[in-house]
């Protein structure tokens, strides 16, 4: 396997300037034939792979997964022109003589190393990026989805020559052997977990990374919230995808005394969106495995046997790997709902009192990818925001900051480092190399040795007023 990857990147490598000289438009050839894919010849099949992976209706494959990758090339359609130019800065007057850009140059060869959970949105989009920079790219996609990453494959295949993107399927050790090559970038979306065994691998040659992380996203309601409209929304972020979504709600901290409005509505809302049995609904998906399934069930378990109040839900079926919308009121701070990343359609809720309880709660946890906060108090919004760090947020809804390609997308630290999407992405993908001009004897030239009175004059002169 190490050899083959080996002349799989040294093809790439060699590849790398012919790639890296192209114009934006040809650049955005290239992204129009990965729309059409999408748009057009693929879009059924991938539809029908995301259905056979875990049951994902297809208006949420259209939305989630193919929508946001043709946003993506849509914006780097529009834009590309401004972010290839040469980025002129000012030069300051010690430097007379001289002029100052910022080239952005392709980082070289990229891997790009993504996961199962919107597999289509989370390969396709970075690799949008890292084509408009002007890179070669490996993909790695996740295994846990195969009807998606096969075809992946087979759009890649059809469109690009293997030294420019190439698509490797396969298990775990397939990402370990590629990460064993010294690419100049990797883009990683994934767990904290793995996001540290790729930083690892990746210091092994000093390549730049972008880590896109999980963790838990909180979502604070506070008595001043539209609690119909909020529970409404959470709900939607939740259980798209069967809350297998990174940015999706992973517990609510909610004012004590809107619990049982907050239950009421949940259970109407559950109803309206996925009927009275959510099992046989057209809009829910399953769990992707049966290792995430039993995970998942754990939680559940923990709670039932912790006698946690189950508002909502708690059944499933093994079957189906099918897992009931479930509402958890009040779990320890210590148990696995409140410590994992849940990753799946359970939500609990934790009641506070006063909003500088949900600051500290939060502030005792990792920083969370997404913070939402539901509420129409200036106030206490300002506050959330002054006294915590997140990688992104919505206030009065969720998910939203993902879909708008002016906004970075990423978390901070164990959330994330680096971000993606529109000039960021295509910035994560660049290396702003820092270039002058001289264009005249320059102020620097008087400086050189020998050392003369005279010379030691001008540098004072120089750090007094320059
Ligand atoms: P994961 O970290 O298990 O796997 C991600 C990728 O890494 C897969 O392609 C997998 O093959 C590979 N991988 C797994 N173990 C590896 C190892 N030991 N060495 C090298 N490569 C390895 O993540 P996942 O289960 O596919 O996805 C869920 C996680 O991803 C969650 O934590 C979620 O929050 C996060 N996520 C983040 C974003 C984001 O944009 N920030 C988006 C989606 C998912």
Redesign the pocket.
Known sequence: MDNKFNMLFNRQKANQFKVGISTYKERIKKLELLRKALESTYKQKIREAMYADFKKPFLETDLTEIYPVLTEIKFAKSNLKYWVKDQKVDTPLALLGASSYIKYEPKGVCLI??????PIN?TFGPLVSAIAAGNTVVI?????TPNASGVMADIVKELFNEDEVALVEG??E???AL?KLPFNHIF????????K??MK?ASEHLTSVTL????KSPTIIDDSANLETAVKRIIYGKFTNAG????APDYVLLKSELKDEFTKLFKSKIAEFYSEDAEQSDSYSRIVNPKHFERLVSYIEEAKQNKSDIAFGGTYNASDNYIEPTLVFDMPKDSKLMTD?I?GPILPVKTYSSIQETVDYINSNEKP?ALYIYSKSKKNIAYIMDNTRA?SGCVNHNLLQFLNHNLP???SNN??IGK?HGFYGFEAFSNRRAMMKQHTIGATDLLMPPYTNFKQKLIDLTLKWF
Not at 113 to 118: E, H, M
């Open positions: 190393i993504s996961p199962w959970n919107f989370l790695k996609p996740s295994e846990m298990e775990v397939v990402s370990e990460l990683f979306t994934g767990s904290p977990q793995v996001g065994i790729v691998a896109e992380l999980g963790g297998q979504t990174c940015i990343e990753f990818l990688g997308f990423g978390g959330s994330g993606a």
